[in-house]
């Protein structure tokens, strides 16, 4: 196949990558292009880069105003408001200004993904296409229901499944149902952050800063504590993710550290898509973690987290006004403490990968000194459904 897939690069030259890409028909031959030798993989991505440049947009902070979905939705078209730093509190007598809605990991799969990724098992991946769209439209309902309508809703990465536009769009779509509540949304690693970008900044109202190129960074004020988003996908080339670890890198730890410094005077929440992985030689130095909660079932360890986690945590820790951290990408909710931070692992909208685990979100209520979590499990007979867990600001 790798032989077969070399000979048709070098005779069709531009138009491959266009095949590759839009030809269900290649499918078999897109499987197989990470097999081929360096040199003729190499040229596969060149010729796919050329014609899908990768860099033509900079990611910016997209924030999604209730505005913006209904024009989505009219125009059968992607539309952001796309903000800087942000002062988002909702004027609306029913929003409570403290009260977050957290939501990680919804996976969203569209038609056209599983078409072109998943011949071998499309059954499957259907099946999971409809459970993760309804998953969506149940939180949806449930973040509605809420007494108090939230201040915004975060989504921490792993929006969508494979990362195409088309899932970008289904994703718009969805997220227009949550009707007047603001949206902020972090990067994972099943997500595209071209594809996203281009996507959701048609038809911006945007002012177009970027706050830290080629990241999708935000910071987001509030009344008890600033919401500071950071973007831990590494891609593996223009076309996919890396499947698996993040990483923030140099440039993004310096903004952030410059972003907690400028901002001392209230806690700040750090929200990102993956979890921490301290090495053996920082836990050693520091102190083992503190569970608070424990997982339903058993934790799946650090691994395939955040390979710069140490100098994250470096920065954290010497900054005692980060009082939490949250965290997807381990689709398993759980609680600890180390030091005097907070690590909340999220629960997954999309699936579980433990049949004790259950799918949910988090409502996150702020106070002067201290958060509480009231868990929303879709499942309302499942232990955690509505437990509420008090965290103080030590
Ligand atoms: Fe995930």
């Not at 190499?42 to 899908?52: F, P, Q, V």
Request: aromatic letters at 8%; glycine letters at 6%; hydrophobic letters at 40%.
């Amino acid at each position: 196949m790798a032989r077969a897939l070399s000979e048709f690069v070098s005779r069709k030259a531009l138009a491959v990558g266009e095949a590759l890409r839009g030809d269900r028909r290649l499918a078999p031959y897109r499987s197989h292009a990470q097999k081929l030798p360096a040199p003729t993989y190499a040229r596969y991505t060149a010729i796919t880069n050329r014609l899908y440049p990768s860099a033509r947009s900079q990611p910016m902070p997209a924030h999604l105003l209730p505005v913006s979905r209904r024009r989505f939705l009219a125009a059968s078209a992607s539309t952001v408001a796309a903000l800087g730093h942000s002062d988002l509190l909702g004027s609306d007598s029913q929003v409570n200004p403290n009260a977050w809605a957290l939501l990680s990991d919804t996976h969203l799969l569209s038609q056209r993904s599983i078409d072109l990724h998943y011949d071998n098992n499309r059954t499957a991946m259907e099946k999971r296409a409809t459970l993760v769209a309804t998953n969506f439209e149940r939180t949806a309902r449930q973040v509605l229901a809420s007494v108090e309508t939230p201040a915004g809703l975060v989504l921490s990465g792993d929006c969508v499944h494979v990362g195409g536009k088309e899932e970008y769009e289904l994703l718009a779509r969805k997220l227009a149902l949550l009707e007047t509540i603001p949206i902020h949304l972090a990067m994972g690693n099943h997500d595209h952050r071209d594809n996203f970008s281009n996507v959701f900044r048609e038809q911006t109202q945007s002012d177009d800063r970027v706050l830290l190129e080629n990241r999708h960074v935000s910071v987001l004020k509030s009344q008890h504590a600033n919401l500071v988003l950071l973007d831990s996908l590494t891609m593996q080339n223009a076309d996919r993710p890396v499947k698996g670890p993040g990483r923030l890198g140099k440039k993004q730890l310096a903004w952030f550290e410059a972003v907690l410094d400028s901002q001392s005077d209230k806690p700040a929440v750090v929200i990102l898509h993956h979890n921490v992985n301290p090495s053996d030689e920082y836990r050693q130095r520091t102190g083992e973690e503190d569970f608070i909660v424990s997982s339903a079932d058993p934790f799946r360890g650090f691994k395939g987290g955040l390979e710069d986690t140490d100098r994250f945590l470096a920065l954290l820790h010497a900054r005692p006004h980060v009082k939490a951290v949250v965290f997807g990408h381990m689709h398993q909710f759980q609680i600890f403490k180390s030091r005097k931070t907070f690590f909340i692992s999220m629960p997954p909208v999309g699936y579980t990968f433990g049949p004790k685990e259950a799918v949910g979100w988090i409502r996150m209520l702020l106070r002067d000194s201290g958060v509480t979590l009231e868990v929303q499990t879709l499942d309302t007979e499942h232990a955690r459904h509505q437990q509420r867990i008090d965290l103080s600001w030590s």
